[in-house]
């Protein structure tokens, strides 16, 4: 009777040693930020048996991955993806141009259309990308001014009254549209009064 082969998966509850790949999968363990690593690189579109080429264009990558620095491993997983599609994305574009669409025009427009299709998921993730690092930094400030008809009263007020008067109502009337305490009301005083006898001269 055979045995069966057990797996032992061990995970440490803190590092011992700061990550040196922390740059790439954005995880204090290099574990993950190895294993993420790897499976970018052999996630894109090249002759994974050609060393040189790989050893080529994966430390291209790390380089631009190091560049976009990841803070954690979601954003390592963004960045990634980002960098898998975009090589796919280029790749499908190179390849509808190599088929000429006078002669091989169904290959050229589907080639262009998963070029596309690459390229939109470039933009998806990277939108992705940046909510996450927003995240809780985004505010909204809406604020209500509501104009009453005595308002509308004292800007007409405001507009046919003299030119000292109209000054001082007008700033006022801006500090009350920006307060948070109601406007207050001014009143029209007439220009001037004169005294009224008892309808005629007075006799002598």
Not at 64 to 77: C, K, L, S, T
């Amino acid at each position: 009777m055979t045995e069966k082969r057990t797996i032992q998966i061990k995970i440490e509850a803190e590092p011992r040693v700061k990550a040196e790949l922390k740059a790439v999968g954005g995880a204090d363990r290099d574990q993950w930020n190895d294993r993420l690593l790897n499976l970018t690189i052999r996630a894109l579109p090249l002759d994974q048996t050609n060393v040189d080429t790989v050893s080529h264009i994966g430390s291209a990558l790390l380089s631009g991955i190091v560049d976009i620095r990841p803070a954690d491993p979601i954003e390592g997983i963004l960045i990634s993806q980002i960098v898998v599609a975009n090589e796919a994305a280029l790749s499908m574009y190179q390849r509808a141009w190599s088929c000429p669409p006078d002669d091989y025009f169904e290959a050229h427009t589907k080639y262009l259309q998963l070029a596309d299709r690459a390229s939109r998921t470039v933009a998806m993730l990277t939108e992705r990308l940046d909510q996450h690092r927003g995240r809780g930094q985004q505010q909204i400030v809406v604020k209500h001014v509501t104009v009453n008809a005595d308002q509308a009263v004292v800007t007409d007020s405001v507009v046919t009254a003299k030119s000292s008067e109209a000054a001082s109502s007008s700033a006022k009337l801006v500090a009350a549209t920006t307060a948070e305490t109601p406007m207050e009301i001014l009143e029209m005083k007439p220009a001037g009064t004169a005294p009224v006898g008892d309808g005629g001269p007075k006799a002598k």
